[in-house]
């Protein structure tokens, strides 16, 4: 990965690292130190004062230096070592003054205290994407320097190291012994002080301090990579520093140089998870200063870590499923529309395909962005609407029985518009009369009770014409009336041929109020009223033929194409940067300076 202290603009470009590093750790700048700093311990040093006079020669001085050397192991060495470090030591404090001027006298600008911080990955605990947060099991550990605990081993038994209890993550606590940094996660879920473990810190002669502590750091993190899912290597960026106090006061730096290590313990790494530690990457950057404290920036520590996803589980438990679960919907294709679980099995897979759906969503946080699973769900259900919906289609066709696909009301609503159109152009419909108001009476009874009986004459296989066909006239409005039983009424002034006009409208009517309610009176599918419904519905059968013919074809070829094409993006997650916050607005808005 590049380095983002490459990339990103630093206010703070003049501070050299390396060099206060060397500088601290050298020994004229111990010695420097110590002329710096009153003795906090001078019981320490009559005492040596005095076991000089004692020996009044040079090889007294190699009698005590071999006494002293003898006596290492005294269990009151280390005692009495620790009670002269601790006296007038104040833990909530550290000499930042002695030290800005031991800075200025080696010719270096006046910087903060270095500590260098390591971050030593152990496992991933746990990443939750719903909630953007990641658990990583980590040990913290951090180096600084602090003058006033060191120590000439000779006058201590030869003692070389000692420690100090932290308590709480940070030195000012009750029960701490020593000062620590205030180094904090800045993008925290949980304070560290909670989830790492109190231990203590050991120090060297020199006043080296050396703090290590075992545990988690529960982060918040804006995933990057997320849009492969499940395929996906997930990116997030751990911030670490100084919280209360500036570049002025504290700076961190990489410890080693590199300022991470994965590994190094017989139980770290990790088995059977569903994420591993991809790659690490660290870098140091810089905050520019508020506006109310210019020389005062703002140093910190980026780790860039990339997690990868075990997608196995998802593409056994969820990806295989949904393709089976399509494939078994284009299988309706070719059941017959007349079998009923056609359109039960087009269904259940519908709602199995939901079903799988929604339990890997909940492991997806509710956002905007669209990502490879939600494309590849989306679409394969589309497939699956579509087989119910062609299965519908198939399933009406083969059972229509009508001469057009035009709706009833249509034709109910031009039938209207045509008799209306047709009375105002007629002469005669100005007139009324008596016989005639009666005749629409008795027509409008006639018609109502027809349409309540089965005027529909009879099939014969071997006549498929109807019964009536070959009547004309009175005899075949007689005829059907007989059937329905409907009385005819009408006026004796009418003449024979107004007489047969009417009779011929009744009779019309009364077969397009049977026609109405066909569905009604068929005993079942292939019960038709006439061979006209017997044709039409042979015609319908031959398009829903073709229908599921065309289907069987276009449908999977285009699923398999679709299959083709987003497996083979699977993975091929872009490579994203990791963006980090700078400028001002940051500056003025963390801590709520002006």
């Known amino acids: 990965m590049n380095d983002l202290h490459s990339s990103i603009p630093s206010t703070s470009s003049s501070y050299n690292y390396g060099d206060d590093m060397r500088y601290i750790h050298s020994p004229s700048s111990l010695l420097m130190y110590r002329n710096q700093f009153p003795n906090p311990n001078p019981n320490r040093s009559r005492r040596r004062q005095q076991e000089d006079d004692n020996a009044g020669t040079e090889g ?9 050397f003898e006596n290492r192991d005294d269990p009151s060495n280390e005692a009495r070592l620790r009670a002269a470090l601790l006296e007038n030591y104040d833990r909530n404090s550290y000499p930042w003054e002695t030290m800005w001027e031991t800075h200025q006298e080696a010719g270096d600008e006046r910087t903060g205290l270095v500590v260098e911080f390591n971050l030593n990955f152990h496992k991933v605990h746990a990443l939750n994407v719903a909630e953007s947060t990641a658990h990583l099991v980590v040990w913290v550990q951090m180096r600084w320097h602090d003058p006033r605990l060191s120590w000439d081993p000779n006058d201590f038994g030869g003692i070389t190291r000692t420690w100090f209890w932290i308590e709480n993550g940070m030195g000012g606590g009750e029960v701490s012994e020593i000062w620590t940094p205030d180094m904090y996660l800045w993008n925290q879920e949980e304070s560290m002080d909670r989830t790492l473990a109190d231990t203590y810190a050991s120090v060297d002669p020199t006043g080296t301090v050396f703090w290590t502590r075992p545990g988690l750091i529960k982060s918040t993190c804006k995933f990057r990579g997320l849009g492969a899912f499940p395929f996906d290597s997930l990116k997030c960026t751990l911030e670490f520093g100084s919280w209360a106090r500036s570049g002025l006061y504290i700076r961190p ?13 017989e139980t770290a790494g990790q088995s059977f998870a569903e994420f591993e530690l991809k790659s690490v990457d660290s870098s140091e950057y810089v905050y520019p200063p508020y506006l ?3 020389n005062e920036d703002w140093p910190v520590l980026l780790y860039n870590i990339e997690c990868q996803r075990a997608s196995r589980p998802y593409v056994r438990g969820w990806l295989l499923l949904q393709i089976m679960l399509n494939f078994c919907s284009f299988a309706c294709m070719w059941i017959p529309p007349h079998v009923g679980e056609r359109m039960g099995l087009a269904i259940t897979a519908l709602l199995a395909s939901v079903a799988s759906e929604l339990t890997v969503s909940e492991q997806l946080p509710n956002s905007e962005e669209a990502n490879w699973f939600i494309i590849f769900s989306l679409t394969s259900m589309a497939f699956s609407v579509a087989i119910v919906f062609q299965s519908t289609a198939v399933i009406y066709f083969y059972y229509f029985t009508g001469s057009s696909l035009k709706p009833p009301y249509v034709k109910w609503i031009q039938d209207k518009w045509a008799q209306r159109t047709k009375d105002k152009s007629k002469d005669g419909g100005k007139t009324t009369m008596n016989g005639t108001k009666q005749l629409q009476s008795n027509g409008d009874r006639m018609i109502s009770e027809a349409s309540d009986k089965d005027l529909s004459p009879t099939m014969d296989a071997k006549n498929p014409n109807p019964p009536d066909a070959n009547l004309d006239g009175t005899n075949l409005i007689a005829n059907t009336a007989r059937r329905s039983g409907v009385v005819f009424d009408l006026p004796a002034s009418l003449s024979e041929e107004e007489q047969s006009l009417q009779f011929r409208n009744i009779h019309n009517h009364a077969l397009n109020a049977s026609t109405s309610s066909n569905f009604h009176h068929r005993l079942d599918a292939e019960d038709f009223r006439d061979a006209k419904e017997q044709q039409n519905n042979l015609q319908w059968q031959r398009v829903a033929k073709r229908l599921d013919d ?21 993975g091929d997650a872009p490579n994203h940067s990791f963006p980090v916050t700078t400028g001002n607005s940051y500056a003025q808005n963390s801590m709520g300076y002006q």
């Open 292 to 294: 109310s404290a210019p």
């Open 253 to 265: 730096v990489k410890m080693g140089g590199l300022g991470y290590s994965i590994g190094g313990s």
């Open 60 to 68: 007294g001085n190699d009698e005590e230096s071999s006494s002293s």
């Open 550 to 570: 065309f289907s069987r074809l276009i449908i999977p070829a285009a699923y398999v194409v679709f299959l083709a094409t987003i497996l083979a993006k699977a």
